[in-house]
């Protein structure tokens, strides 16, 4: 306990400093607690095709002075819309928290059952009270607002390096504790949406490490990578930082584009569930002396297949929201490419094992349905049908090739499948998108003129940012993420005692049996 | 008074406790049982692995009746519990020495 306070002590010091040397925005916009500026006229101009120029308005709005006033109250709920939507779709990705729930306990066993939920359950709270002290900070702070919810334009202070005259945006500065500036209808509403998503990678590692990681570390990991890792590469594609400015400069495209984070969610996720999963090593008898591994059949299928359920329905939200706009229609493409990656992906999945192995393992097809997600996250928004079904079946077939190579070839142990569905297949749709972008959408993102365009559609520089951005992904989180298990390992444990293991960690490790009125299986196997 | 014990596969118990009751058996005791015999155990896959159930689930039932009964009860037990096929179960059957009802503090047959 003695180690734990003096852990809490350091992060609360470490996070005061952040916020002393962070207080300097003075400059920026006024920041609207209650909301009632926010959204005005000129949230109108440009916002369609047919919209009002700003000369138009200048002049126009001396002869029609009620005009102007409709136009400022049509562009509050021009942005009216596009807040509910964003926090509408905010509420969807905070339910995949219960379905990673259901889906990693129902994957593991009943003697684990209690512990494997405390996790997910936990690191909710953990996770949010982070991201609260300072991920949203690194990530958000130098974003520079956020145009289509007409305001955050407090986020306004990027750390940036200059290297060879480039500006490389490393971390945001500005709203620790969501506190002074930060203050802001709008850039809580920034912070409700990115918080799911940050907390969805933070809970991926909690399946490949489930069984046999004690809480204790377990808590001190939310805390680290909600306020650090995820946070930092966050910034990098989304928060204004270096991998999205690849394509201002040095005219990689448009720079890493992530549509709803392949990388920055799912691949972050899966990639720190490796190390974990390296670090911890095997649970008890997964492996047999010469290597071979053993099954250790989920003890509730249903339950896991429920929650993958609730995770795609959560991933509507996660996908269509992540155009922080209702009025933005590609919402419609971007939903329907969304289902159609998961159904090719659970169906290639269950096909590729029914052919290999006789059955149609259906928590395979349901892993399978969760890579195809996972795979059309980034590309969702710029991709045709066919791309999609097409991203989803390679994601569904890469599933089952991946599962069993982590397991057969590498020797990890990853009960649930984390590190495919997630990492892998996250690789694949960071990937995908600068392969199969179409040019229909993303005119302008990242500061570049024209549509996004992937290696079949004539721009081969999109898939070098995108492959730039995969391997910093992969060599960031990783590194980042061993070497903290590795000290974390020193100072407190991550593996459970050898006993607790065998009797199931429900009892020792949370304090609360899943199943008390059944007799669990508590052995080896 | 006979005990009989049976281990069935579980998709027969209704049709056993039929049985049972058409030939005036009362009395039944139900457990889910796991267990191996000469078949041993069977092979499983998830998630592309082959993992052996070395314990096969079985139901066991328990019945007691008077010692004229026993011939009957077995007929009756095997007739609607056989399959043909592998892993039917087996019955066995042992002298009792006394059974009591507890409510009234009756003994031996009266008490079945």
């Known amino acids: 306990m003695k180690r734990l306070k003096a852990i809490v002590t350091a992060l609360i010091v470490l996070c005061t400093l952040f916020v002393s040397c962070a207080s300097y925005a003075d400059d920026a916009p006024v920041s609207d607690p209650s909301g009632a500026s926010i959204g005005t006229a000129a949230d109108v101009i440009g916002a369609t095709a047919g919209a009002p120029t700003k000369e138009e308005f200048d002049t126009l709005s001396q002869s029609e002075p009620l005009a102007a006033k409709v136009a400022d109250v049509v562009g509050h709920n021009r942005i009216a819309i596009n807040m509910v939507w964003t926090l509408l779709c905010g509420f969807l990705v905070m339910f995949m928290q219960a379905g990673f729930a259901l889906a990693e306990t129902g994957f593991t066993r009943a003697k684990n059952a209690g512990h494997t939920m405390a996790m997910n359950m936990m690191i909710y709270g953990i996770g949010m009270l982070g991201y609260w002290i300072c991920g949203f900070a690194l990530q958000m702070g130098g974003v520079g607002g956020v145009l289509s919810l007409g305001g955050a334009g407090a986020l306004a202070n990027e750390f940036t390096v200059t290297i060879a005259g480039k500006d490389f945006g490393l971390f945001g500065t500005t709203g620790f504790f969501l506190s002074g500036d930060a203050y802001d209808a709008v850039i809580f509403s920034v912070f409700l949406f990115q918080m799911v998503f940050m907390d969805t990678t933070a809970t991926i590692p909690t399946g490949s490490m489930a069984e046999r990681w004690t809480f204790k570390s377990f808590v001190v990991y939310g805390f680290f990578i909600s306020m650090f890792v995820y946070p930092l590469f966050a910034n990098w594609v989304w928060g204004g930082g270096w991998l999205s400015a690849l394509g201002k400069n040095f005219a990689l495209g448009h720079g890493m584009a992530d549509f709803a984070g392949s990388s920055v969610v799912h691949m972050t996720g899966g990639v720190a569930a490796a190390a974990g999963a390296i670090v911890l090593g095997p649970r008890l008898g997964k492996f047999k002396p010469d290597g071979t591994p053993v099954a250790m059949p989920g003890h509730h299928i249903p339950m896991a297949i429920a929650g993958c359920f609730i995770l795609a329905f959560g991933w509507f939200g996660f996908n269509a929201g992540s155009t922080l706009a209702g009025g933005d229609l590609r919402i419609g493409v971007i939903a329907t490419n969304t289902m159609l990656a998961s159904a090719s992906g659970a169906f290639f999945s269950m096909m590729y094992m029914w052919m290999r192995y006789g059955k149609p393992d259906v928590s395979m097809a349901a892993n399978g349905l969760l890579a195809g997600l996972v795979a059309i996250t980034a590309p969702c928004a710029f991709v045709n049908s066919v791309a999609a079904v097409g991203i989803g079946a390679v994601a569904g077939l890469l599933l089952c090739v991946s599962v069993l190579f982590v397991e057969q070839t590498l020797k990890i142990d990853d009960p649930v499948g984390a590190i495919s569905v997630h990492g892998v297949n996250g690789a694949w749709g960071v990937l995908a998108l600068g392969l199969f972008a179409d040019g229909t959408y993303g005119d302008g993102l990242n500061g570049v003129a024209g549509t996004v365009k992937g290696l079949f559609y004539g721009d081969a520089s999109q898939l070098m940012a995108q492959l730039t951005g995969m391997i910093t992904n992969i060599v960031f989180v990783f590194v980042v993420m061993y070497v903290f298990f590795k000290l974390l390992d020193k100072v407190i444990p991550l593996r459970v005692d050898p006993e607790l293991e065998l009797e199931g960690l429900d009892q020792a490790e949370v304090a609360v049996s899943a199943y008390p009125d059944f007799n669990l299986k508590k052995a080896m196997k | ?112």
């Open chain 2, 1 to 112: 008074m006979k005990k009989i014990e049976a281990i069935i596969k579980p998709f027969k118990l209704d049709a056993v406790k039929d049985a049972l009751i058409a030939i005036g058996v009362f009395g039944l005791t139900v457990t889910e049982v796991r267990g191996y015999g000469r078949q041993r155990g069977h092979v499983e896959t998830y998630r592309g692995l082959e993992y052996e159930v070395q314990f096969n689930s079985k139901i066991k039932i328990e019945t007691v009746v008077p010692d004229g009964m026993s011939d009957q009860v077995v007929k009756a037990i095997t007739t609607a519990a056989r399959t043909g096929s592998i892993g039917d179960g087996k019955i066995f059957i042992s002298t009792l020495e006394e059974v009591i009802r507890i409510r009234t503090g009756e003994e031996g047959v009266d008490a079945i």
